[in-house]
């Protein structure tokens, strides 16, 4: 940022906002922030202006004329005897107070040890002044920028927790039932968590799919008031009626495929008659049709 200019903003050139929807704080370091430089905070933003590790004053939306140790050393002076560069070296950083999407996602096991993916997608804000300084005092930057992927990244073990400590005694069958009391145990659990970064948790959705696409079908099936065993039937019919074949709806009631033998014989050996049909009563023929070339 040049010193010529001395007007210190989150916006680019172009106005577009330098936080967006996906960066929570940024952090501006330029030798050109002197006292007499303008601060402009838009409305959607804290500002929090720091010098060697100190906080020394947090701005709310509006433009501010900078006061800093340094006021002797404004303008001119400053290029003039420091080469356009100030001794003191200023931080200013930005927070975002609007609404951010945050999603976290992981694996968590069932009371059978099965695995289910579970997503978690909630809304943060910063909503004060003094929630602006937890921010900054407690979650450090690793680079320019936090971003909702490092919220995402701190409040993982925290949900994954929550969500543990109701899905490892629940039956796979049952986590749909359990679904609001999941909800309200990780709500409360984040809502703590984040508290601490100074970071208000709005609203939260969750949710949960058994990984393995099969059991998912079978739960599916299950649904539809099918018992276990029906269900895996049924599973069993729609792959093989997906691959054509004929011996599907057989499968789906759990009745034997029957193909007669090459003499003639029936039942054929190995298999035994459908249900309800005597065993040596022959099923219907179907006539050959002769090859009319």
């Known amino acids: 940022m040049a010193i010529m200019r001395q007007v210190i903003t989150a916006l680019n050139r172009d106005g577009t906002d330098r936080l967006g929807t996906r960066n929570l704080a940024i952090k501006v370091a330029d030798e050109s922030i002197v006292s007499g430089s303008l601060l402009t905070v838009e409305a959607n933003h804290f500002c929090i202006l720091k010098s060697r590790g100190a906080v020394l004053q947090v701005y709310e939306t509006g433009q501010y004329t900078l006061t800093t140790p340094d006021k002797p050393l404004v303008g001119s002076i400053v ?19 609007a609404k951010l999407l945050v999603r976290s996602s992981g694996v968590a096991t069932s009371a059978e040890m099965a695995e289910v993916s579970y997503q978690a997608d909630y809304y943060v804000h910063v909503d004060s002044r003094e929630a602006a300084l937890d921010l900054v005092t407690h979650m450090p930057f ?35 039932e359990r679904i609001h009391e ?56 729609l792959r093989m009626a997906d ?51």
């Open 182 to 237: 999941l909800r309200e145990a990780v709500k409360a659990h984040l809502s703590d968590f984040l508290r601490v970064y100074g970071i208000t948790l709005n609203d939260l959705k969750i949710l949960i799919v058994p990984r393995d696409e099969r059991m998912r079908e079978l739960i599916s099936l299950q649904a539809f008031g099918l018992s276990p065993i029906e269900a895996v039937r049924y599973h069993l019919a």
């Open 142 to 176: 690793t680079g320019r920028v936090i971003d909702v992927q490092e919220i995402a990244d701190y409040a993982g073990p925290s949900i994954e927790q929550a969500i543990n400590q109701v899905i490892q005694v629940t039956r796979l069958e049952n986590i749909n």
């Open 79 to 97: 290029q003039g005897f420091f080469g356009g560069a100030s001794p003191w070296v200023y931080e200013v950083v930005y927070i975002n107070r």
């Open 243 to 293: 691959r054509g074949l004929v011996s599907a709806p057989n499968a789906a009631i759990g009745a034997p495929y029957g193909v007669p033998q090459v003499d003639g014989g029936w039942p054929p050996r190995g298999l035994r008659p459908p249900a309800g049909l005597d065993p040596d009563e022959r099923p219907p023929t179907v006539p050959a049709v002769s090859d009319p070339s």
